[in-house]
């Protein structure tokens, strides 16, 4: 066994859990590229795909242990059934740690410096800011959008007796369950990069699924739903 080897198995282990569906196109490639050093093993939950997002999981992570799930229909359209399938099939493998991360979501490369440090510490839930990405190189900060003022979870240490809760609404559940709101933890520096507004296309394609599965705002922000298609946005330059 060679130092790099040793360094890997002996380090906190990480299991990447994350939902895909028709990503091949999109940012899947570069969060997985981006992700792969700092994990040890994944689960994916496949939600219905009908490109090849599924084989790209395969590709991309090969070495790497992967459960990947692949769902004949979505399930999207009752967000926490889908969230907790994602959970149940992420705990029956027993993780350490579990990184959970969209596929439009891609942490900044400071985490890699910082991994095993973060993770040593007593804290049991590592948070992140998250920047919504308007295009390549500017995120968006207005009213109605500045989700970077905050920090929120994406790391925790899985406790395998505790009872996992669940805030029981269709859409905007939340990625964790609500229950590890009382885990101890900690704010850090890298920041979370979220694709998934940064093309024309998507905001449309998503200000069209909020109308439909949303219509009244009953789980989100009316407000923030009407603004998705704002012509002239307030963009902030990306800076690393």
Not at 77 to 103: F, G, M, Y
Request: with cysteine; net charge negative.
């Amino acid at each position: 066994m060679d130092e790099q080897e040793h360094s890997a198995r002996n380090r906190p282990h990480i299991t990447l859990s994350m939902i895909v569906r028709n990503e091949e196109k999109r940012y899947l490639r570069q969060a997985l590229e981006t992700h792969r050093p700092w994990i040890d093993r994944a689960v994916i939950i496949d939600d219905g795909s009908t490109d090849g997002t599924a084989a790209m999981c395969r590709e991309l992570l090969e070495g790497i242990p992967l459960v990947l799930v692949e769902n004949p229909t979505s399930r999207f359209s009752d967000e926490v059934r889908l969230r907790k399938q994602q959970w149940e099939e992420t705990i029956a493998v027993n993780p350490e740690w579990i990184l959970n991360l969209d596929a439009d979501e891609i942490l900044t490369t400071d985490f890699g410096e910082l991994r095993d440090v973060l993770l040593s510490g007593p804290e049991e839930a590592i948070y992140f800011r998250l920047f919504d990405m308007w295009s390549e190189t500017a995120y968006r900060e207005d009213a109605f959008w500045q989700a970077h003022a905050y920090y929120r979870p994406f790391l925790i240490k899985y406790r395998p007796g505790m009872v996992y809760e669940w805030k029981e609404t269709p859409q905007h559940c939340g990625r964790f369950p609500l229950s590890i709101q009382h885990l101890p933890y900690a704010c850090h520096v890298p920041r979370v990069k979220h694709y998934g507004w940064a093309r024309e296309e998507d905001r449309v394609r998503k200000y069209v699924r909020y109308q439909t599965l949303d219509p009244e705002a009953r789980y989100g922000w009316k407000e923030q739903y009407e603004s998705i298609l704002d012509a002239e946005p307030r963009l902030i330059p990306w800076t690393d």
